[in-house]
């Protein structure tokens, strides 16, 4: 680029140089240009392997895109009739819709309603990145704990492994969340690999937890990717 640049400026001296003297003839050229960005847009989407979620007997799991007739960037997720020794599992797909590469940056987890369930609830997750859409995850990561450190080991597992990792744009570059395949147990006992995000409550629990409802909300940012 620098060197078309510098072409051109040589090219304008010389046919100003070379009006001296004669008539005044003149010539103009123009250049039109348009300059657009790009979109930043990572979405939920569909997903049939699971995404409607499952659970113990007795649990009522479900799970819903919000806003999916617009741009789907809320999930809400119902975790029903949870009790001490319970299990409840969900799984959620991304996709980067927009026109411009891009990555994980950080996570928020915001706890509200009966927080004294925290005490009881731990869970298993993770991310994997298929960067360009082949079906192949490039790059996996999973961690697991007290519900109440989700946010710190999750954006710890973006520090460490998943902040150079970039999902492709034009739909593209896809990740789900969800522990990775071959970390993944069956915990149904059917002979299938349960690769979700998994919340369990401990069988301790005591009774005053009955009829109680904990919400929390996790908020996921992205950002462009530059190599």
């Known amino acids: 680029m620098k060197k078309v640049r510098f072409l051109l400026l040589i090219m304008t001296l010389a046919l100003m140089m070379s009006g001296v003297g004669y008539a005044a003839w003149s010539e103009s050229l123009s250049i039109n240009s348009i300059i657009r960005t790009g979109e930043l847009d990572v979405r939920f989407v569909e997903d049939t392997t699971g995404q409607g979620g499952r659970g113990s007997e007795y649990v009522i799991?479900?799970?819903r895109i919000v806003d999916k007739n617009e741009k789907s960037?809320?999930?809400?997720?119902?975790?029903?009739?949870?009790?001490?020794?319970?299990?409840?599992?969900?799984?959620?797909?991304?996709?980067?819709?927009?026109?411009?590469?891009a990555k994980f940056e950080k996570v928020k987890v915001e706890f509200s309603g009966d927080k004294n369930l925290l005490s009881y609830l731990t869970f298993q997750a993770g991310v994997s990145i298929d960067t360009d859409g082949d079906g192949k995850f490039d790059k996996v990561s999973d961690f697991k704990g007290a519900l109440s450190d989700l946010e710190s080991l999750f954006n710890k597992s973006i520090e460490n492994e998943l902040k150079n990792t970039a999902m492709n744009p034009k739909n593209s570059g896809t990740f789900?969340?969800?522990?990775?395949?071959?970390?993944?147990?069956d915990i149904e006992k059917k002979g299938i690999k349960?690769?979700?995000i998994i919340i369990r409550m401990d069988e301790k629990a005591p009774n005053d937890l009955k009829q109680k409802i904990l919400n929390f909300n996790l908020d996921i940012s992205f950002k462009q990717f530059n190599k």
């Open 176 to 185: 789900v969340l969800g522990v990775p395949f071959e970390k993944a147990n």
């Open 73 to 101: 960037h809320k999930v809400e997720v119902s975790l029903d009739n949870m009790y001490p020794g319970s299990w409840a599992m969900f799984k959620i797909k991304g996709v980067n819709s927009g026109t411009i590469p």
């Open 194 to 196: 349960d690769d979700y």
């Open 61 to 63: 799991p479900s799970m």
